[in-house]
């Protein structure tokens, strides 16, 4: 990116020579504020950006905010206002939602007979806040005010509207936060007593019953990879049968070749990412220079480093971090006893300027042109595509054994099973990271589910019930594997919890759910859901089908037909020889062949999840809201690049 910025700035600078420079140019590079040069490379990035000039000066580091503050103040004519110690007029604020304040960075300062002086940080956006206050307000006159000092402002006078707003923003029909309430242990307890009473009676016949409910739910998630697995390889064959039909290029073509349309016709968009942070006193410095590796452009890139107000900790290692211009840190208020990711991330979308809004973990390592990429994909897609998803590695496998396996689980899903999932149209459950949404399809669709610990599934469910579409992103972000025992259960006990809530809510009403997927999409999910749980769930009944490939007979055979149980024993070996097939597969494709050694231990790594599944089941009766936080910073590698790219 920064090369190519070099040679629009060599191809432009006779063009900008002949320009006649505003008096806000003027006065910076007189009173030393920007380097000519400087000047001349925000010249040209305005051509291609399509951004003020002064935001692009500032997010480059070019000049200081306020220096330009000074200077637009002189070019508009306009008063520069202090609004230290200045208190707003709630009644003047009242006649516009915070979201409309916040977005257009505007504070009514006061009111002046008929006249309103509302305070703005950004006199480009003037004539759009006029025609918007017409209707509520008389004469607007406009003064300059830091865009700190006005967020500060409106941040501290509806801060408890946002917070409230944050937890219950996605409509009741769609949300779990009534899965708390006082008679929701009722249905459970019926169950659980009825279940006991049936062993207690017979216990042979619902055993039985156990076991056929365990291979139904391990055969509708054989099904999905297996239909995922053969995409892939029809994908890859396409691939290669289109690779030897193209000539190659006897020189490299540049990247607006590529994508067939010309640099100067393509707009890059804005876009914001929000970090969640809690309790990362370990990971602070190193997210920050991961992030700053990041090629897209710095004018049209805002990082939100998101945290909970009480949070000290993390508090204290962003204040120990020098912050560039773009990034931006906001605290949420505590509201109702909840701190959860997705809350804290309805909260700072308020705060987000982009079109397209993404998500990073604090452990997150993206590939430097992974926005440029998003961009791209955006741009070439259609009115359906809503989500793009990128796929999720680690960057310390080689740590221990369960590192190990991590690594070759996430490759297999997220290089291998997923991508055909997502080719085939089916319900593409969200990872909770490297997800970039269109801003305007996810304020339709309410924000995150404030009380969902697994909020990115429910996110790729409500999406296809809209009838939007998710594609998989050819990018990598790199993580932190969990590589302790207790750990890592932690981690899948939520996981696995989210996924029980997201299925009994989208479930309410299935024949709508029906209705509104089609049956090849709620076929899906039944296999997602159902299979993702039931397997670990009933893990204990489909062990004893092993007992038949040591030579005994299994407990249910008496009440089975003949040659059932080695049907089933053969259900349970060809799951297993999938599985491996699909790992070898996912460590050739990740570029790590080593790994592949190790598949056949897999085996041994996923009974750990029958632990997480009944603490899930645990904590989905009495803590259906508890978020389990996984703990970073326990590796002792650290990413480098370049990594193993896709």
Not at 200 to 215: E, S
Not at 217 to 240: E, I, M, N, W
Not at 261 to 282: D, G, M
Not at 514 to 532: P, S
């Amino acid at each position: 990116m920064a090369e190519h910025n070099l040679r629009l700035i060599d191809a432009a600078r006779p063009l900008i020579r002949r320009e006649r420079q505003t008096s806000f140019e003027r006065r910076l590079v007189e009173h030393h504020a920007v380097s000519k040069d400087h000047l001349m490379r925000a010249l040209v990035l305005r051509q291609h950006q399509r951004v003020p000039i002064d935001h692009i000066l500032v997010s480059e580091g070019w000049a200081s905010q306020e220096q330009v503050l000074d200077a637009l103040s002189s070019e508009h004519g306009m008063q520069r206002v202090d609004l230290g110690g200045h208190r707003p007029q709630a009644r003047l604020l009242a006649r516009k939602p915070a979201r409309f304040w916040l977005r257009r960075c505007a504070l009514p300062y006061m009111q002046l007979g008929q006249t309103l002086v509302v305070a703005i940080a950004h006199p480009a956006g003037l004539a759009e806040l006029q025609r918007d206050l017409a209707e509520s307000f008389g004469d607007i006159r406009p003064v300059i005010a830091s865009e700190a000092q006005i967020t500060e402002l409106l941040t501290a006078h509806f801060r408890d509207d946002l917070a409230r707003h944050a937890s219950a923003c996605v409509p009741l029909t769609y949300s779990c936060r009534t899965l708390g309430q006082p008679n929701w242990l009722g249905l459970p307890l019926i169950i659980g007593l009825a279940t006991l009473a049936l062993v207690t009676i017979m216990p042979r016949v619902v055993f039985t019953l156990l076991c056929g409910l365990a291979l139904l739910t391990l055969l509708l998630f054989v099904l999905l990879k297996c239909a995922g697995f053969l995409s892939h390889l029809q994908d890859r064959r396409r691939q290669r049968l289109h690779q030897r039909a193209r000539p190659q290029p006897k020189t490299p073509l540049r990247s607006d070749q590529v994508l067939g349309v010309p640099t100067t016709q393509r707009r890059l968009p804005r876009i914001s990412v929000l970090v969640p942070l809690y309790k990362e006193a370990e990971i602070g410095r190193a997210l920050l220079r991961r992030l700053c590796k990041l090629t897209y452009p710095r004018s049209l890139l805002e990082v939100l480093l998101v945290l909970e107000e009480d949070d000290e900790v993390t508090r204290n290692a962003i204040r120990c971090a020098d912050l560039p211009e773009w990034f931006r840190v906001i605290e949420v208020p505590a509201h109702g006893g909840l701190t959860t990711k997705p809350r804290a991330m309805n909260y700072a979308l308020n705060y987000c300027r982009g079109e397209i809004i993404g998500v990073w973990d604090a452990e997150d390592a993206p590939e430097p042109d992974q926005l440029e990429q998003v961009a791209s994909a955006f741009a070439l897609g259609d009115n359906d595509l809503a989500c793009l998803q990128g796929a999720l590695d680690y960057y310390n496998p080689g740590q221990n054994w369960i590192s190990r396996c991590f690594t070759l689980e996430y490759a297999s899903w997220f290089r291998i099973v997923l991508p055909g999932i997502a080719r085939l149209g089916l319900v593409v459950p969200l990872g909770g990271t490297t997800l970039f949404i269109r801003r305007d399809v996810l304020e339709q669709l309410g924000g995150w589910d404030a009380h969902n610990v697994t909020e990115d599934a429910d996110l790729g469910v409500r999406l296809c019930r809209l009838g939007y579409r998710t594609e998989m992103l050819p990018t990598t972000t790199y993580e932190e594997a969990n590589c302790r025992p207790w750990a890592w259960v932690k981690q899948r006990s939520r996981w696995l919890k989210g996924f029980m809530v997201t299925y009994l809510v989208h479930m309410r009403r299935p024949v709508v759910l029906a209705r509104q997927l089609g049956w090849r999409q709620f076929l899906g999910l039944q296999a997602f859901f159902l299979g993702t749980v039931g397997q670990f769930l009933l893990a204990p009944c489909l062990w004893t089908f092993w007992l038949i490939t040591l030579g005994f007979d299994h407990p249910s055979t008496p009440l089975l037909p003949a040659g059932a149980p080695y049907l089933a024993a053969a259900v349970l070996v060809f799951f297993e020889l999938l599985g491996i097939t699909i790992g070898i597969t996912a460590a050739f494709a990740s570029g790590r062949r080593w790994l592949a050694l190790w598949t056949p231990s897999m085996i041994l790594y996923f009974p750990m999840g029958v632990i997480a599944v009944y603490k899930a089941l645990y904590e989905l009766i009495f803590k259906p809201f508890f978020w389990d936080k996984t703990a970073h910073g326990q590796s002792q590698k650290q990413p480098k690049t370049p990594l193993p790219r896709t």
